[in-house]
Structures are given as structure tokens and as C-alpha cells.
């Protein structure tokens, strides 16, 4: 079956420097793939959408890669601020059932002053 | 900010009762969804509707219903609700033209079942 592993252990960095999360997948060739953040009680928010013959996709400080071969995701904030700390979700489309997404189970970001 | 809305935010009620949760969007989406989200856990999608009509199950067993009579509305009804159906409900939507694959969600129903 299709599975999405996103480390469960928070990641706590200093702020000022890079934090990079990651998003393994298996049994699954995704078209696309997607980051979101999720704030405490509050719905995902979406970041950034990466296709499968892109290896890298930037906006402002984030940085995606997309590894087909590895199946592997990497998501990087540069010159991390505390208001970047929340959980970041990875999510993988379309899956089986047809257009949708399939949803890791997040990295919680901490980035301290 | 997603112009996609769910209510109540806040839900306590004792077992065996029916709930509605409401879910609208003023972005003419065709596409809406219902996930499951536990805490700390990740989002399971229980039903979707590509459109007027259309309602389809998730990946997720679910013993609520949905249904998709307006674009904009897309309620979930428990018709006996129980402890075990103590989660955050997140409601989503999505554009259907090609290579918007994005999902916008509200800000979710966290119910709780006594």
C-alpha cells in the first residue's frame, strides 16, 4: 500500500539558520507533490507544488527538491524565523482513488530566537 | 486567506446525537473534500465531491454522510454521534481546471463526544 513517512520528531533549530524536513514515499508514482503548514488548530495552509519532472521549485525562502528515483522530498527554510515554527505536511497526488492527495503525518518545525 | 468556511469552530455534545457541520466556500470551487485529523496525526479523507451531486467515500471508513446540493455548501451529518468520533474535521476545496491541484481548507470543527 501506498505509504508517506515524514520524521515524527520535532526539529528544533536556531533561528537564522536552515531547516530542511523530509518526505519519503513507497508504492506510489506520484504526478505532483505538495507542502503544506499547518498551525495549531487551524487547517493546512498550501506552500508549494513540485511536478514529477521538476527536481527543484523555490518561493521567497522555501526550497523544494523532488528525487523520483529516490522518492524522496526535501523542503528547506532559509534564514529561519520563529514565525516559521509549525508543522509541515508533505502530500502526495493524484492518488489511486483518482485526483486526490495523500497526506504524510507532518514534521513539527520549533525555531528558537 | 482561503474564503472557505466551517462551522461551529467548537463542538461538545453527548452521545447519540445527530450533528450537522457546516462547510462553504465562496470561490465557485468544484471540488470539496472532508478530512479526519487526530492530534499529531495525519489527514484522512472520508468524502469528496467533484461536484452538484456528487459524493463519493474516502479513503477512510466514515459512518457520517455528506451531501453536495449547492457548489458553494457541502455539510457532513453524524446522525448518532459517539466517542469514537472525537476528532478535528477539516473541509476542503479545489479548483478543476488542469494543473491546479492545490487544496484550500477552513479552519476546521474540533468535535467532542461525551
Known amino acids: 500500500s501506498q505509504k508517506i513517512e515524514q520524521n515524527s520528531e520535532a526539529l528544533n533549530i536556531q533561528e537564522g539558520k536552515t531547516a530542511t524536513l523530509t518526505c519519503n514515499y513507497t508504492?506510489?508514482?506520484?504526478?505532483?507533490l505538495q507542502w503544506y503548514r499547518q498551525d495549531p488548530g487551524r487547517g493546512p495552509v498550501f506552500l508549494l507544488l513540485i511536478r514529477e519532472n521538476e527536481k527543484e521549485k523555490r518561493k521567497e525562502r522555501l526550497k523544494v527538491t523532488f528525487d523520483t528515483t529516490l522518492k524522496q522530498s526535501l523542503f528547506h527554510i532559509t534564514a529561519s524565523q520563529p514565525a516559521d515554527s509549525a508543522t509541515y505536511l508533505c502530500a502526495l497526488g493524484p492518488n489511486n482513488a483518482g485526483n486526490m492527495l495523500t497526506f504524510g503525518g507532518g514534521t513539527r518545525l520549533m525555531v528558537k530566537p | 486567506e482561503a474564503d472557505i468556511y466551517q462551522t461551529p469552530r467548537y463542538l461538545v455534545i453527548g452521545t447519540g446525537k445527530k450533528i450537522t457541520l457546516e462547510c462553504s466556500q465562496t470561490?465557485?470551487?468544484?471540488?470539496m473534500y472532508w478530512y479526519q485529523q487526530d492530534p499529531g496525526m495525519e489527514l484522512h479523507l472520508i468524502h469528496y465531491s467533484y461536484g452538484v451531486n456528487s459524493t463519493e467515500k474516502g479513503d477512510l471508513s466514515s459512518e457520517s454522510t455528506v451531501s453536495r446540493i449547492r457548489t458553494e455548501h457541502f455539510p457532513l451529518t453524524l446522525e448518532s454521534a459517539r466517542p469514537s468520533h472525537t476528532s478535528q474535521y477539516l473541509c476542503a476545496s479545489s479548483e478543476s481546471l488542469s494543473g491546479k491541484y492545490e487544496q484550500y481548507f477552513g479552519p476546521g470543527t474540533r468535535l467532542t463526544v461525551t
Open positions: 508504492n506510489y508514482s506520484p504526478a505532483y
Open positions: 470561490m465557485g470551487h468544484d471540488k
